[in-house]
């Protein structure tokens, strides 16, 4: 059953590979201009074509192969597969050191004139015409030399020493190994030439520090003393709930203890800081002074708290806690691990069993977030799919060219993202017509004659 091609066909400049023509030892039916086939009469055999100057068709062998000015074709053999020979139609011997010529004449390459000749032009001088088998000399000048090994010429700066000084005072220095005092010359040796070294003095000055009276080092030690106030200092652990310090007993922190820029106690009871319910405090928490108060002049504020969260974690309360992933059948797919100390939560999909999709698709639930009510629903399969083939693909019935609208809408960087297939209704066969996506929203159905039968247009959106 031949494929029915209801519009022109265009490849585009692609080949048709293995292709046959037609047979028949007569033409086909509704014969028009350019209609080929390929005859087996015998005797024939030939591939022909239609040809609307002689309403006929003509062999396709048909050949004429005339003289040109300078080669010449030959037909031996016989139909239908001729032997077409070619020759050069050139007076003269050719050879290795010949050419053609426009009159169709061999010639020898040395009378072209200036074949081996050629200039030579300098910086200044010039140009100087240079003759087949002549030599050039490239010669070297001021700090330059030439050096010609084989067929290869260097052009390079000559190589000398270099001089420290002027011309009349020319040095050239060795490394110098002798000791240099505080008040000694810099002593220089082996010059090539005459002159006086330069020198330099007082190179190395070495200054002794004498001793230092105990007055001058209490001075310093109270200078830093005083510039390193307010560090940090541990005083000891405290009962948040009470104030009383756990070393020495007698001490309260909240109504007779100095306070010192710095100071560091450590909650070892809990307790609300100051009787300050807002700021509660438990064991490993700590509280800094950053603001010195006489003793039972304390406030809350002279404090700066630091949490440990050393506490155990609950549903309203941050604190020290683990996270399992549940084991119940419908909590499944949850992994947790741990690096470092931090936990990381995530769906293990690919640990789940394999489900084997006995039951009917309404008995399988997708989960689907809904945008208009910013809730998280679950979807049942069967409808799922039924929604999104509706907004994605449909069918339509049409009897000649026309034009269809989407029932959906692309974008221009995928308005080719569509399959469009034609179906006679009759036949049940795939058709094929002239698709033309015309926008994002329509497609054009074109047809060169009109369908002898009603045509489905199935249509669907891909990505």
């Known amino acids: 059953m031949a494929i029915p091609f209801l519009n022109n066909i265009t490849l585009n400049n ?8 037609q047979n028949g030892g007569s033409p086909p039916l509704s014969s028009g201009p350019g209609q080929i086939y390929f005859d087996t ?3 024939d055999e030939t591939a022909k074509y239609y040809s609307n100057i002689t309403d006929t068709f003509v062999s396709l062998k048909e050949y004429t192969f005339p003289a040109g000015s300078f080669i010449t074709g030959t037909v031996t053999g016989t139909t239908p597969k001729p032997i077409i020979t070619f020759d050069l139609s050139a007076t003269g011997t050719p050879d290795a050191t010949v050419y053609l010529r426009g009159d169709n004449a061999w010639a020898p390459i040395s009378g072209i004139p200036g074949t081996y000749n050629w200039t030579l032009q300098g910086d200044t001088g010039g140009p100087t015409a240079i003759p087949s088998a002549s030599a050039v000399f490239v010669i070297g000048g001021q700090d330059l030399e030439t050096t010609l090994v084989g067929t290869t010429l260097t052009v390079d700066l000559k190589v000398g020493p270099q001089g420290y000084g002027d011309a009349a005072d020319n040095y050239i220095m060795n490394q110098a190994t002798e000791v240099i005092a505080s008040t000694d010359t810099i002593p220089f040796s082996g010059f090539t030439s005459g002159g006086t070294p330069p020198s330099i003095l007082n190179v190395v000055k070495k200054t ?10 209490t001075l310093v030690k109270n200078y830093i003393d005083e ?3 307010g560090l940090l200092q541990f005083i000891g652990g405290f009962n948040a709930n009470t104030g009383d310090l756990d070393s020495p007993l007698t001490t309260n922190l909240y109504t007779n203890t100095t306070l010192a820029v710095g100071d560091l106690y450590v909650v070892s009871t809990a307790g609300n800081f100051f009787g300050n319910a807002a700021t509660p405090l438990t064991p490993g928490d700590s509280v800094i002074v950053q603001t010195a108060a006489a003793a039972g002049a304390a406030v809350e504020a002279d404090f700066i708290v ?4 050393t506490d155990l974690a609950t549903l309203a309360t941050v604190g020290i806690g683990n996270v399992n992933a549940s084991t119940l059948d419908n909590e499944l797919g949850i992994e947790v691990a741990y690096a470092a100390g931090t936990a990381k939560v995530g769906l ?3 640990g789940l069993a394999v489900d084997s999709l006995g039951e009917s698709p309404q008995d399988y639930f997708i989960p689907i977030y809904n945008s208009p009510d910013t809730i998280n629903n679950k979807a049942r399969l069967d409808e799922l799919l039924a929604f999104a083939n509706s907004v994605t693909s449909k069918a339509y019935t049409i009897t000649d060219t026309a034009t269809i609208t989407y029932p959906f809408t692309l974008t221009a960087a995928t308005q080719n993202d569509t399959i469009i297939q034609l179906v006679d209704t009759v036949t049940n066969e795939t058709v094929y017509a002239d698709v033309d996506r015309i926008s994002t929203t329509e497609v054009t159905i074109t047809f060169a004659t009109t369908p002898t039968n009603s045509v489905r247009v199935l249509v669907q959106k891909i990505g």
Request: charge should be negative; glycine fraction near 6%.
């Open 14 to 21: 692609n080949e048709i590979q293995n292709v046959r023509l």
């Open 41 to 43: 009469t015998a005797g």
């Open 208 to 217: 002794t520090l004498g001793t230092i009276p105990v007055a001058a080092l």
């Open 227 to 229: 510039s390193v106030t």
């Open 306 to 309: 630091v949490q440990s969260d």
């Open 348 to 350: 293990d999909i690919d």
